[in-house]
């Protein structure tokens, strides 16, 4: 497939990105760069200083709020892409609508009971829909230890087992790599006719 | 009984298991996991009342914090 003809079939599809830190920014920017036609994001936080050593956010936005700022960045990037941010705290009840119409969905949050409140619900509500996760990533090195394998349509990119901690900090280049892997398994899945498991 | 638990197969001395039983005896400490008995996802309210049995397929995801 040539790019021309990649950005051609991109454009029609829909992401939707369930949170906007160090997975959903840096996803969402890779998405945006390909041609991804239209892309959801959604994020309750503010951009703070701590937030810079991995998310898609620049000094001079510490203190904006994310899924705005984030559609912002993209829009520098590739106006092409029609961004739509909300500002709000996903819940069960929020997800479906929101989600509903997309094509693929990413799971981008920083906490583990809220990545098991998304993908629950997404399996619950809407298990037809493609789901790409993002678990375990925390550190550094370990490049062999990420992998992504499916189960059904829930995708799990990551290591599965390093979570956050004081002396694990998440850091730019193993989310970086994880939010990549994200967007390369939604690339698969748009590009290819997706298998859908009922 | 002998169920397929995360692509592996795995026997157990009991006949049936709760989900919760069979966590307490793989010792699946994580407090955050989804979990799935052939292909239908089980709530954590449900773990103390739904059964495992002979050929089942069980899927148990931990869920880490980072991101």
């Given at each position: 497939m040539t790019f021309k003809e990649i950005k051609t079939q991109l454009k029609s599809k829909t992401v939707g990105i369930a949170g906007c830190g160090g997975l959903g920014s840096n996803c969402a920017v890779a998405l945006a760069r390909v041609g991804v036609g239209r892309l959801i994001l959604a994020d309750f936080d503010v951009i703070s200083?701590?937030?810079?050593?991995?998310?898609?956010?620049?000094?001079?936005?510490?203190?904006?709020?994310?899924a705005p700022a984030l559609a912002e960045n993209i829009r520098r990037i590739n106006p092409e892409v029609s961004v739509t941010s909300h500002d709000i705290r996903l819940t069960p009840e929020g997800i479906v609508p929101l989600f509903r119409n997309c094509d693929v969905v990413v799971?981008?949050?920083?906490l583990a009971d809220q990545k098991q409140m998304l993908i629950e619900t997404m399996l619950a509500e809407l298990p037809h829909l493609p789901l790409v996760a993002g678990i375990g990533m925390a550190?550094?090195?370990?490049?062999?230890?990420l992998h992504c394998r499916r189960i059904d349509n829930l995708f799990i990119c990551g290591d599965e087992v390093t979570g956050t901690g004081p002396e694990c900090p998440p850091l730019a280049p193993r989310v970086g790599i994880v939010a990549n892997m994200q967007a390369n398994t939604v690339l698969e899945i748009l590009l290819k006719s997706f298998n859908q498991i009922a | 009984m002998t169920i397929t638990l995360n692509n592996n197969c795995e026997s157990f001395a009991e006949e049936k298991l709760t989900v919760s039983q069979l966590l307490k005896v793989k010792n699946f400490t994580f407090r955050m996991l989804v979990i799935k008995i052939n292909g239908h996802l089980v709530r954590k309210s449900a773990y103390e009342n739904t059964e495992i049995r002979e050929g089942d397929d069980v899927m148990v995801l931990h869920l880490v914090s980072g991101g």
């Open positions: 200083l701590s937030n810079l050593n991995r998310q898609y956010f620049f000094h001079d936005q510490v203190g904006l709020k994310k799971e981008a949050f920083d550190g550094w090195g370990m490049n062999d230890s | -």
